[in-house]
């Protein structure tokens, strides 16, 4: 099993799960001060922190990888991230880490491994990708040519969106299959379509010329998901470059060795009746208060993991998008609400830029949310409709939850919410 990393007898250090807490937000970047201005250092400084962004295209709000540096840092310039992860020239690109995101370019090295593995999966001799080889052929002609290209810029019969994997066609499956062996690249996006280019036309020589076996990288990977978290178990620290169990704990044994990771026990952290083992990173900072209002994407590291979440904050999270519209309970895209090292409610926001209103389509409050939950939530509400270029807050009529109606007279909107 992942967690069986250390044995028994090891002498683990009590942490109190609220001490758990603090050390886990202290490690995300929550409890600072916030900086006077922000510019691509503060932001850089954000992602180098998390070690990515993770993507997603939904945007119903605002698209994902955009909300935890709003989180952490409050109101930015977006055009700064996209010089950052957009533009060709920044110094980000994307893979596979979590799930899609935004890493790095020198951190690609890191990843061969992981593209070994998917060549090893998908460019076997009876699948799609070598009974295709014409048209793979073709494409690498193409991006040599041409240099980075989006797929609709792609002239070719196989362009066409047919069959399985999401409606792609021929040209589309054929450049994603590349981008996942590593023979391509991203250099940057266009109306947030990824450009794909031949690594060495993305890449920068440093990244290119270095070498990390699987070993190596792995540990590496390991150490900062432990840096990232704080505090963490083996699952937790496994799951955040999505590395399998077995060589996340072989890693975990180097590290602890090594002195980078100390054994702890947090009481409440168990699994079959049992104290799951944990370990916190030498250098996690142990804050004795954490001061945070923030709304968190679903996809934000301090909640991706879901488990994490129920463990470390008592939050059952489960984001509804796929649910159909009658049996969704919290709303289609659902934000926790950070205050200080609670999660104490969610709110599902829509930003309807037409109108210029930031909408409140519901609000729910976690059991045992403070008194002041709704006098922080207010001003951070107004904040976020100021980020997001929107001139005011709104509660819907039909807006659902326990904290719709208080929400909705403190806005001066109202809210047919139910039980008002």
């Given at each position: 099993?992942?967690?069986?990393?250390?044995?028994?007898?090891?002498s683990?250090?009590?942490?109190?799960?609220?001490?758990?807490?603090?050390i886990?937000?202290?490690?995300?970047?929550?409890?600072?001060p916030?900086?006077?201005?922000?510019?691509?250092?503060?932001?850089?400084?954000?992602i180098?922190?998390l070690?990515l962004?993770?993507?997603?295209s939904?945007?119903?709000?605002?698209?994902?990888?955009?909300l935890?540096?709003?989180?952490?840092?409050?109101?930015?310039?977006?055009?700064l991230?996209?010089?950052?992860?957009?533009?060709?020239?920044?110094?980000?690109?994307?893979?596979?880490?979590?799930?899609?995101?935004?890493?790095?370019?020198?951190?690609?090295?890191?990843?061969?491994?992981?593209?070994?593995?998917?060549?090893?999966?998908?460019?076997?001799?009876?699948?799609?990708f070598?009974q295709?080889?014409?048209?793979?052929?073709?494409?690498?002609?193409?991006?040599?040519?041409?240099?980075?290209?989006?797929?609709?810029?792609?002239?070719?019969?196989?362009?066409t969106?047919?069959?399985?994997?999401?409606?792609?066609?021929?040209?589309k499956?054929?450049?994603?299959?590349?981008?996942?062996?590593?023979?391509?690249?991203?250099?940057?996006?266009?109306?947030?379509?990824?450009?794909?280019?031949l690594?060495?036309?993305?890449?920068?020589?440093?990244?290119?010329?270095?070498?990390?076996?699987?070993e190596?990288?792995?540990?590496e990977?390991?150490?900062?998901?432990?840096?990232?978290?704080?505090?963490?178990?083996?699952?937790?620290?496994?799951?955040?470059?999505?590395?399998?169990?077995?060589?996340?704990?072989?890693?975990?044994?180097?590290?602890e060795?090594?002195?980078?990771?100390?054994?702890?026990?947090?009481?409440?952290?168990?699994?079959?009746?049992?104290?799951?083992?944990?370990?916190?990173?030498?250098?996690?900072?142990?804050?004795?208060?954490?001061?945070?209002?923030?709304?968190?994407?679903?996809?934000?590291?301090?909640v991706?993991?879901?488990?994490?979440?129920?463990?470390?904050?008592?939050?059952?999270?489960?984001?509804?998008?796929?649910?159909?519209?009658?049996?969704?309970?919290?709303?289609?895209?659902?934000?926790?609400?950070?205050?200080?090292?609670?999660?104490v409610?969610?709110?599902?926001?829509k930003?309807?830029?037409?109108?210029?209103?930031?909408?409140?389509?519901?609000?729910?409050?976690?059991?045992?949310?403070?008194p002041?939950?709704?006098?922080?939530?207010?001003?951070?509400?107004?904040?976020?409709?100021?980020w997001?270029?929107?001139?005011?807050?709104?509660?819907?009529?039909?807006?659902?939850?326990?904290?719709?109606?208080?929400?909705?007279?403190a806005?001066?909107?109202?809210?047919?919410?139910?039980?008002?």
């Open positions: 099993m992942v967690d069986q990393v250390s044995p028994a007898s090891v683990r250090e009590l942490v109190s799960p609220a001490l758990a807490r603090r886990a937000l202290a490690a995300q970047g929550f409890g600072r916030r900086p006077a201005a922000i510019g691509t250092r503060q932001l850089n400084g954000v180098d922190r070690g962004l993770q993507i997603d939904v945007n119903v709000f605002e698209r994902s990888h955009y935890p540096v709003f989180a952490r840092l409050g109101g930015y310039d977006r055009a991230l996209d010089r950052l992860t957009f533009d060709a020239r920044g110094p980000h690109t994307e893979y596979w880490a979590h799930e899609a995101a935004f890493v790095r370019k020198e951190d690609w090295p890191l990843f061969a491994w992981r593209m070994e593995d998917y060549r090893a999966r998908y460019g076997a001799a009876d699948g799609w070598a295709n080889r014409e048209t793979v052929e073709w494409l690498r002609r193409e991006l040599a040519a041409n240099g980075p290209l989006v797929a609709g810029e792609i002239e070719h019969d196989a362009n969106r047919t069959g399985p994997w999401w409606g792609w066609s021929g040209v499956r054929a450049l994603e299959s590349l981008f996942l062996f590593g023979e391509v690249a991203i250099a940057g996006r266009t109306r947030f379509q990824r450009r794909y280019g690594v060495e036309d993305v890449l920068p020589a440093s990244a290119l010329d270095r070498t990390v076996d699987r190596d990288a792995v540990r990977l390991i150490r900062r998901s432990a840096v990232a978290h704080g505090i963490g178990t083996a699952k937790d620290f496994a799951d955040y470059y999505r590395i399998k169990g077995a060589p996340a704990a072989a890693a975990i044994r180097d590290l060795e090594a002195g980078d990771l100390l054994p702890v026990r947090v009481p409440g952290w168990e699994s079959n009746g049992k104290p799951t083992p944990a370990w916190v990173h030498r250098d996690a900072r142990k804050p004795r208060r954490i001061e945070a209002a923030a709304l968190l994407s679903p996809f934000d590291p301090v991706w993991f879901r488990d994490r979440a129920l463990r470390m904050f008592g939050f059952h999270y489960r984001i509804e998008i796929y649910t159909p519209a009658p049996q969704r309970v919290y709303g289609y895209y659902s934000l926790p609400i950070l205050l200080d090292d609670a999660l409610g969610r709110i599902d926001l930003s309807d830029r037409q109108a210029g209103v930031l909408r409140v389509q519901s609000a729910w409050t976690e059991p045992g949310a403070p002041a939950t709704l006098d922080r939530l207010v001003p951070l509400l107004h904040e976020t409709a100021a997001q270029g929107l001139a005011s807050v709104t509660v819907s009529d039909t807006a659902r939850g326990d904290l719709a109606p208080a929400l909705a007279r806005l001066g909107t109202t809210a047919a919410a139910a039980g008002e």
